[in-house]
């Protein structure tokens, strides 16, 4: 009889990652694919997905039973033909499939094999707040960079740019963080903001970000305060959750996304505001791969396996 295993899939924007993990969580296979975002080109991304997931299943077909696929896709929730492609990954490898959207997997790297409650924040060029408490799951935040995405990486951008327009109309005298962001911008002006934005795409704004945070290390007051701005906004979102949920005082909270791992006042801020309203919560301060994320919830939700944990 073969041993099993679980192939687990994180598909986002990037890159596709399958993993084939043992009930016991030890990974015995990996590879990586290209994007797996369902929101963009899609057909590419449904391909990419299946051949990455093809490269793990024919690693570990001779000596493991593949007991389901877990995955979790970034743009799966819009995603129109669920049951088809649920399906047609069924009959192609021959098991059981789940799929999530791929900010799911990062709230199980929270919560691991046995915790019942957690609070997850996202913040890289976008940001959202997921809480689960016994089962039950709450999303705050994540409307995307038109209707919201406070506390990421792109609003910080476009906080900064709104300010440095406010201060033009104002008849203000430019000041360090304006001269120095128009410098890193190649524009001379301020009135040139309207054409750059226009013309360059959401994650092209949000990289200038990185310069914001450069200047707040050197000291620029400005940049200082828009950051713990970003910081505050997020812990707004989780604390939404801990409240509506009614979770218990020492609850987990993770981070995941360059943003807010990287830029360090947006992180001190962040834990400050939390330790206010919730002075015993326990912060995890390092997550697992999202991919692990889908073996614990794999084994957590669907699976009853010799072995798990």
């Not at 043992?22 to 369902?38: K, L, Q, V």
């Amino acid at each position: 009889m073969k041993n099993k295993c679980i192939i687990c899939v994180d598909g986002g924007g990037t890159k596709t990652e399958a993993v084939a993990f043992t009930p016991s969580g030890e990974a015995i296979s990996r590879h990586i694919g290209g994007s797996g975002n369902f929101s963009f080109e899609k057909e590419q991304a449904i391909e990419n997905v299946i051949n990455t997931i093809q490269a793990v299943f024919n690693e570990v077909k001779e000596l493991y039973h593949c007991e389901m696929i877990q995955m979790g896709i970034s743009g799966y929730g819009a995603f129109q033909e669920k049951s088809a492609y649920i399906e047609q990954v069924k009959l192609r490898f021959n098991t059981d499939v789940k799929i999530v959207d791929d900010a799911r997997l990062a709230l199980y790297t929270v919560l691991k094999e046995t915790y019942n409650e957690g609070i997850l924040v996202l913040s890289g060029t976008g940001s959202a707040c997921y809480g689960y408490c016994d089962g039950n799951t709450l999303l705050v935040g994540g409307w995307g960079y038109l209707l919201g995405d406070e506390g990421s990486s792109y609003d910080l951008v476009m906080r900064t740019f709104k300010l440095m327009i406010e201060d033009e109309e104002n008849g203000l005298a430019l000041n360090g963080l304006t001269i120095n962001m128009l410098k890193h911008l190649d524009l001379n002006h301020v009135t040139e903001l309207k054409k750059y934005v226009y013309k360059k795409t959401k994650s092209e704004i949000a990289s200038n970000a990185k310069f914001i945070n450069d200047c707040a290390l050197l000291g620029d007051e400005r940049a200082i305060t828009l950051l713990k701005q970003s910081g505050i906004d997020l812990a707004r979102q989780a604390i939404k959750i801990y409240e509506r949920m009614k979770l218990s005082s020492h609850v987990r909270i993770g981070c995941q996304g360059s943003f807010i791992l990287n830029a360090k006042y947006v992180n001190v801020s962040f834990k400050e505001v939390i330790k206010k309203v919730i002075p015993h919560a326990c912060f995890v301060e390092t997550l697992d791969r999202p991919v692990k994320g889908a073996y614990y919830l794999a084994i957590r939700e669907h699976l009853k396996i010799d072995g798990g944990r």
